[in-house]
C-alpha cells in the first residue's frame, strides 16, 4: 500500500485524451489524463463525470453554459447532460468515473482503459 | 454550474477534523477537511476511503504499515481497514465518501455533514 503520486503518474506518458487508471475506489477508476485542444460532444447516461484540474486551464462545454476550472478546481457533469471539454492549452486532470466507463460515452470510439 | 475552488471552500472555516461537503458525485459527498493532531481509529465496512492532499503532509497510520502523503498525493483505504489519520501541522484534505457516511466509522461520535 503506497500513495499515489499523481504528477509522477502523469511524467510517464504524453498522448492527450487518452486517461491512466493509477488506482480504484467503490467501483470507479481514479484516472490522470492530459488533454489539449478539444474532445467530442458526449454524455454518459449512466454516470456522474468528475473532473479536477492538477495543472492548467479546461473548459467544459455544456449547451446550459460553459464551466472553466484552474488548478484546484472541481466540476461534476450531471449524468446525461452532453458536454465538451476543450483546452486551450495542455491541462492535466483527475478523473473518476465507474469502472469501464468509455471515454467518449460509446465504447466504439472510447480510448483504451490503461493501468499504470 | 460552476466551478468549485477547494482552496476558497477551505478559506471559509478552520475546524480541524470537520468535513465540509462541497459537491455531489454519484452518491458520494465531495468535501474538503482541515487536519492537524490524531484523529481516531476507525474502519468503514461498507466503502472504501478516498484521501487527495492538497496542502501539508499526513499520514494514514494502519496495522499494514503507515502510508504518509503530501501534495498531489492520494491513498484510498480499502474498505474495512482499520486506520488512523495523523497530521503533525495542518493539512488539507479532498474527501470522498458514500454521502451519510460517519467520518469516525460510527454515527454515534461522526462529525456532522455540513454542506458549504
Redesign the interface.
Known amino acids: ?7 509522477q503518474k502523469l511524467a510517464t506518458f504524453s498522448a492527450h485524451w487518452q486517461p491512466r487508471v ?5 467501483g ?1 477508476d ?1 484516472m490522470v489524463v492530459k488533454v489539449k485542444g478539444e474532445f467530442v460532444w458526449h454524455q454518459h447516461d449512466d ?2 463525470d ?1 473532473f ?1 484540474v ?1 495543472s492548467g486551464r479546461m473548459t467544459i462545454r ?1 449547451h ?2 460553459d ?4 488548478p ?5 457533469v450531471p449524468k446525461g447532460v452532453p458536454h465538451c471539454p476543450v483546452a486551450e492549452e495542455e491541462a492535466h486532470l ?1 478523473l ?1 468515473e ?1 469502472t469501464g466507463t468509455p471515454n467518449t460515452g460509446d465504447a466504439s470510439t472510447a480510448a483504451p482503459r490503461r493501468v499504470i
Do not use: C, Y
Not at 22 to 26: E, L, S
Not at 72 to 76: A, I, L, P, Q, S
Open positions: 500500500m503506497a500513495a499515489i503520486n499523481l504528477a493509477v488506482g480504484q475506489f467503490n470507479h481514479l454516470t456522474d468528475f479536477l492538477l455544456m446550459e453554459g464551466v472553466t476550472l484552474g484546484g478546481e472541481v466540476f461534476v483527475l473518476i465507474p
